[in-house]
């Protein structure tokens, strides 16, 4: 098993997408002991590690390169829980109401004042801002981002969440605490993105073919050649 390592993400770095890190549902979830983990998490770690492999001529401009991630590659915050309870208190502080007997939510006045739309889908709870779809597609700013707090999978700790991603080069997190931001990330990961290549964690994902579409055409990695491919 490979290591997870720790990064404090500086208050500097964070301080340029404070717009992302103090929105009030990223806040709420990281109240509740909640992680970035995926997409998102990864984008910050390949900019905080310098190795941002993703388009050259925008590697060096941390905040193009992340509102690239939201408008150019449909990216969105992956937050993930340890449970149920988790999911009920985040809803429950962002003003979401559970019906007796019923598995979804409705609104309520605490929740309409934070500006969001809220909607459901297979595997998480969204959020996005309250606009139109074109002014979303047309505005490109750090405050027009959609955040998934999944509820279909649940895990124990960070390394069961990265055991369970098909590909190394997802394994990064981000966790808040004693107001803090850290960077979580498996050590392969980051061996993997400085290479420029897609580390197979296991197959058993019926997204894995989509993924792998994506990180090569769009994130420009290759395949790791190796005996398990």
Not at 9 to 37: H, R, T
Not at 67 to 72: E, G, L, T
Not at 105 to 118: M, W
């Amino acid at each position: 098993m490979s290591i997870i390592k720790k990064r404090i993400l500086s208050k500097n770095f964070i301080e340029m997408y404070k717009d992302i890190f103090e929105d009030p549902v990223v806040q709420v979830c990281f109240d509740n002991n909640a992680w970035i983990g995926g997409g998102f998490a990864r984008k910050i770690g390949l900019i905080y590690n310098r190795i941002d492999n993703n388009l050259k001529e925008i590697s060096s401009q941390p905040i193009e390169s992340v509102i690239h991630y939201f408008h150019n590659e449909s990216g969105d915050i992956d937050m993930f829980v340890n449970s149920q309870e988790t999911i009920d208190s985040i809803a429950n502080d962002l003003g979401l109401v559970k019906e007796i007997g019923k598995k979804n939510y409705s609104f309520s006045i605490n929740f309409n004042s934070l500006d969001k739309i809220y909607y459901k889908s297979p595997f998480a709870l969204n959020f996005s801002k309250n606009v139109d779809l074109f002014s979303f597609q047309s505005t490109r700013n750090l405050k027009h981002f959609i955040v998934q707090v999944v509820n279909k999978f649940m895990f124990k700790s960070i390394r069961e969440c990265f055991d369970s991603f098909d590909i190394y080069n997802c394994m990064y997190a981000i966790t808040r605490e004693d107001n803090q931001y850290i960077l979580h990330y498996d050590e392969r990961a980051v061996e993997s993105d400085t290479n420029k290549v897609i580390d197979i964690n296991h197959i058993d994902s019926p997204y894995l073919g989509n993924r792998l579409v994506k990180y090569i055409k769009y994130k420009g990695l290759k395949l790791r050649e190796t005996k398990d491919n």
